[in-house]
């Protein structure tokens, strides 16, 4: 372009200002404040909602005790070690974490995947969550985001079923008190569980049976009256009050001289250990560098960032309601959370859903309600690690269990079935995978069956073909879809030759998308329709798409129409042929 053409100031100007607006998005500072979100809900912070995440924190609190130390024990790490993966996050969450219900720490499912590292050794454990960390901040720093949406609903599902049975089935080693491995997979578990069904031990089974039904009949009651208040924290706090029970039991008989439960044991209290993740550890005398260690996590590691992703995300999308979920914001707030706990001996944490879904409930007003959370379960482990000591493990098996009911559902299966009957199949197959060969392996078995389910349906698009009379000539009408692709074109032809009309309208109303080898494939079929006689009028086509069909095969032009007149067109172009024809 000539320098003294007019529109260049204005092209440098718009250059400029795009620039400008590029920079101010990234250095401006309520894009820093939105990336640290404590500084937006803090000014204007105040005692009613001090009082209000007081409650809701102490409340989860006391569930997120229990739980961590079964989460723990299911991953086969100390019991200390879930407090700490519930203390830390917290506190990294109260200043990055933009979404006020969530609430972070060890959850069953990582718990799960973690198991068969933590069995080499527990230095596993802490590497995953700086990794894990790692992996998501880095998602998050690229807003990669959107990787996720490539991850169906039925892979969601089937996944978080297979993980709930999973879980289930490795504490029916401690609900029973049985002898052998609990297994790294449903299959496995059921298998030792029959294998060693002859070492049940009475009272464990006792009371682990009774403790289900305890929670279940607390979980199903319904508050009313004026006690409402006080029921509703008896309900919510359920697990905790389950676990203060049955200790004072299993206290009061050990001070007898009868020890009938098997007990969590002693708990190493204070603070942890601070410092970098281990880098190298020793698996049977041998020495693991960190490219040992790596090459041991494999490509199977993944599935731990991606899984505490997904689960975080969508915990913050059901109680978001109508508020959008900035994903961005809380894949960096999550990398931060197991970044930072990972210099602080815990395992990879994200969102758990029965805490959030007690979060929630207890009416939590800001993110400092995971303050209250972490705060109260660092008391829990600095100064009555001692009371741990007599929790029955077969307490907290029912803990693990009655939590795992609300994952499991069955229920979209009858969904699938009458919407597409396909992802019935991608479902079943995420499920039966992860239950019989390992969760992360059904993850990538459902997203590969969608990959060639998705591939499949757009190799075979829907053309739909009906006759139609336009003024007194009867023809066939064919409907093209929005998109035509590569994989397609033979489709495609072998659909428009199932034609018999002597008029064919290639209607093109809804396409915006076709490649060259379908276009292609399209003109083979129009030149072998006129061979025979027949007539082929492409109508509504864009002008771009013209232009690919007439730069292919010039003996195109002509053919195309658009408008709603078509039958003066047909007339036209049959006094035409008439015309060269004389």
């Not at 289900?212 to 006080?230: A, D």
């Not at 049955?246 to 098997?262: M, N």
């Not at 190298?280 to 040992?292: E, I, R």
């Amino acid at each position: 372009m000539d320098s003294d053409d007019p529109r260049t100031p204005l092209l440098g100007h718009e250059r400029q200002s795009r620039v400008g607006r590029v920079a101010r998005k990234l250095c401006g500072l309520e894009s820093w404040r939105r990336r640290v979100p404590i500084t937006i809900w803090l000014p204007t912070y105040n005692l009613h909602c001090l009082g209000r995440d007081a409650i809701a924190g102490i409340t989860v609190g006391l569930t997120s005790i229990p739980q961590g130390i079964a989460y723990a024990m299911v991953a086969g790490l100390p019991p200390q070690v879930g407090l700490y993966s519930s203390i830390f996050p917290g506190f990294v969450y109260v200043f990055l974490g933009s979404c006020k219900d969530v609430t972070v720490g060890p959850t069953a499912i990582l718990a799960a995947l973690l198991a068969k590292y933590v069995a080499m050794s527990p230095d596993f454990a802490y590497l995953a969550a700086f990794l894990s960390g790692c992996v998501i901040m880095l998602l998050g720093l690229l807003q990669l985001g959107f990787l996720l949406d490539f991850i169906s609903k039925p892979v969601i599902s089937g996944f978080t079923t297979a993980a709930a049975l999973q879980i289930s089935a490795s504490q029916l080693k401690s609900l029973f008190r049985i002898t052998g491995s609990s297994g790294n997979t449903f299959i496995q578990a059921l298998i030792n569980f029959f294998t060693n069904i002859k070492t049940v031990h009475l009272w464990d089974s006792v009371l682990g049976i009774a403790s289900i039904i305890f929670l279940l009949l607390l979980k199903r009651v319904k508050v009313r009256g004026h006690l409402s208040g006080v029921c509703q924290y008896v309900v919510r706090g359920r697990n905790a009050l389950l676990v203060f029970i049955t200790s004072l039991l299993a206290y009061f008989l050990y001070k007898g001289g009868i020890t009938p439960f098997a007990l969590t044991g002693k708990i190493e209290g204070g603070l942890p250990t601070f410092g970098p993740p281990p880098f190298s550890t020793v698996v049977n005398n041998q020495t693991l560098g960190f490219s040992d260690m790596l090459q041991t996590f494999g490509f199977e590691g993944l599935a731990m960032p991606l899984v505490a992703i997904l689960e975080s995300i969508a915990i913050a999308k059901a109680f978001a309601g109508s508020k959008a979920v900035d994903g961005t914001q809380e894949m960096l707030a999550l990398g931060a959370c197991n970044m930072v706990s990972s210099f602080a001996q815990s395992m990879p944490a994200t969102g758990s859903f029965t805490r959030t879904a007690l979060n929630h409930a207890s009416g939590v007003m800001t993110p400092a309600g995971a303050f209250f959370k972490a705060s109260l379960v660092l008391v829990a482990v600095t100064l009555m690690s001692e009371a741990f000591f007599f929790i029955p493990r077969a307490a907290l098996a029912a803990v693990i269990m009655v939590a795992m009911l609300s994952i499991i559902d069955f229920s979209i299966l009858t969904t699938l079935w009458r919407n597409n009957k396909s992802e019935v199949f991608v479902w079943a197959l995420t499920l039966c995978v992860g239950a019989a060969v390992g969760l992360e392996y059904g993850i990538a078995a459902g997203v590969g069956a969608d990959v060639v389910r998705t591939l499949a349906h757009a190799s075979r698009p829907h053309i739909h073909l009906q006759p139609c009379k336009v003024g007194t000539a009867v023809c066939s009408r064919a409907v093209l879809p929005a998109r035509l692709q590569y994989m397609c074109g033979t489709r495609t032809a072998r659909r428009l030759r199932t034609q018999t009309s002597h008029l064919l309208l290639l209607d093109a109303k809804h396409l915006r998308h076709i490649d060259i080898g379908v276009a292609e494939d399209i003109i083979t079929v129009i030149l072998e329709l006129e061979k025979e006689g027949r007539r082929v009028v492409m109508w509504n086509f864009e002008a771009k798409h013209q232009q690919l069909f007439e730069q292919i095969n010039p003996d195109m032009k002509g053919k195309f129409f658009n408008g709603i007149a078509i039958e003066q067109f047909l007339s036209e172009g049959i006094t035409r042929r008439t015309s060269v024809n004389f």
